[in-house]
């Protein structure tokens, strides 16, 4: 790719970085575990929902030993609020695999580290650049923003074929000396700067090399495709309350989405409102001596994944049993639940019942 201000670029953008960077905790430390930790948090997450969590986290695994073998049940609390739970099983997986075949040392080569659980190009290249100062590229959908502006790329970016040749853009304009602060501040820019609407040219360190700017659309770049409508689910979730002020819970399995995670029973819906066939699916597949009518409707809302959409309406239902005999499956004091790792949707019913 030939660009004829690739140096101007680059300088220009690496000293508005150290200039204008925001004070954020991972960036006051070179250490590729706590980098690596922010990384995984921040995908998919906003800054300021990933500080509190991030200081939390770091000060109960402060070590890549201290995450490697902790808990996965403590490890999902901790998580508990940040969703895409996943990122935190890999994470553990990952950094006991550094623990265990790299003598604790995270590698500082992209073959070796993108072995890792979880470690993508994105994440490999923000730490390899930023914790061991290594020239190589990061990209995100904000790079990929900026890049498509100031380089006038106009292939779809939510194809993943395309992100190669962002990989290659960053990889020829990326600053040598400073690959880190040139990740970094690309990444700033796409979020502060050069943001999906309305950009904020006029601010812009880069303007003078970016071509869209010059040719006065740059709002009009990526072009990206619309993603495929996301599915809706509709679930009725039982609160099931036994004479001894206990609630019925059972722990999701150990693969796929919310792996691991506390709920209380929720069955998938077939007809419109309060629902006797869900009812009976209830009875039978827990076989709890429940009263016979279905309770109040507590709560009805909807939980928005990435690419998925529940509705939930949400019942008491009184049971007469103390205990059940099944494995993952039981009933918790409301002192009890608050230790296990519940999701979102999930905590917004328990916070009803407080």
Not at 306 to 322: F, G, I, K, N
């Amino acid at each position: 790719m030939k660009y004829p201000y690739k140096n101007e670029f680059s300088i220009n953008l690496v000293e508005w970085y150290h200039n204008e960077k925001r004070d954020l905790p991972w960036r006051r430390t070179n250490d590729p575990y706590k980098i690596w930790v922010s990384e995984v948090m921040l995908q998919q997450t906003r800054v300021d929902t990933v500080i509190p969590y991030y200081n939390r986290f770091l000060e109960k695994y402060p070590t890549l030993q201290s995450l490697a073998y902790a808990p996965q049940e403590e490890l999902l609390k901790m998580w508990e609020g940040l969703g895409y739970y996943s990122r935190a099983r890999n994470l553990q997986s990952g950094v006991r695999e550094v623990v265990e075949k790299y003598n604790a040392q995270v590698p500082t080569n992209r073959h070796d580290i993108s072995k890792l659980k979880g470690v993508g190009p994105y994440t490999a290249g923000a730490i390899l650049s930023i914790a061991f100062n290594k020239p190589e590229h990061a990209v995100d959908g904000n790079v990929m923003r900026v890049l498509s502006r100031v380089l006038h790329i106009k292939e779809d970016i939510a194809l993943s074929k395309t992100k190669k040749i962002f990989e290659e853009a960053v990889t020829e304009l990326i600053d040598q000396n400073d690959p880190g602060a040139f990740n970094q501040g690309l990444m700033d820019l796409g979020a502060q700067i050069c943001t999906p609407t309305s950009p904020k040219c006029l601010l812009c360190p880069v303007r003078e090399y970016c071509i869209a700017f010059e040719e006065g659309h740059p709002e009009e770049l990526p072009i990206k495709s619309k993603k495929t409508k996301s599915k809706t689910i509709q679930y009725d979730v039982f609160i099931v309350k036994n004479y001894e002020g206990k609630y019925l819970l059972e722990k999701r399995p150990d693969e796929g989405l919310l792996a691991s995670m506390w709920q209380f029973p929720m069955i998938e819906k077939t007809t419109k409102g309060p629902s006797c066939n869900t009812f009976e699916v209830l009875k039978t597949n827990y076989e709890v001596p429940f009263k016979d009518d279905i309770g109040e409707q507590l709560l009805k809302f909807k939980h928005i994944f990435s690419h998925l959409t529940w509705e939930m309406e949400c019942y008491l239902v009184e049971a007469d049993q103390v205990d059940i005999q099944k494995e993952n499956i039981g009933f918790f004091t409301l002192e009890e639940i608050a230790r296990l790792p519940m999701s979102v949707p999930m905590q917004k019913v328990l916070n009803i019942l407080k």
